[in-house]
């Protein structure tokens, strides 16, 4: 059964630093892109920052300079470090995981960012 479990998500003030953990099972995770997504309410879900099998990472242009993604294959975790967090940060924060035609998400993760 694959399981991705999110933490690390917090109630912080703007311009303080979180660091999210993705803990993944029942995967090859190291053949896995792995990625953070994020939903505000009344929003949809968008793309955060992704890293792909081969240590590649990409960033939503919103984020970039301040958020980066990292993953380690021994522990089958994927991080996110976030950097001056801005209330605009705010929302859930979601793991995915993607190889071939297989997707899986986490159950998400809550990051409130307070002004």
């Known amino acids: 059964q694959v399981q991705l479990v999110e933490s690390g998500g917090d109630l912080v003030q703007a311009g303080e630093s979180l660091r999210l953990s993705c803990a993944a099972s029942?995967?090859?995770?190291?053949?896995?892109?792995m990625g953070w997504y994020r939903q505000a309410p009344g929003k949809q879900r968008e793309l955060v920052a992704g890293?792909?099998?081969?240590?590649?990472?990409y960033y939503a242009d919103s984020v970039k300079g301040r958020f980066t993604i990292s993953r380690d294959n021994a522990k089958n975790t994927v991080y996110l470090q976030m950097n001056s967090l801005k209330p605009e940060d705010t929302a859930v924060y979601y793991c995915?995981?993607?190889?071939?035609?297989?997707?899986?998400w986490g159950q998400g993760t809550q990051v409130t960012v307070s002004s």
């Open positions: 995915h995981s993607n190889y071939g035609l297989h997707d899986y």
């Open positions: 029942g995967i090859i995770f190291s053949f896995n892109t």
């Open positions: 890293i792909t099998s081969g240590g590649s990472t």
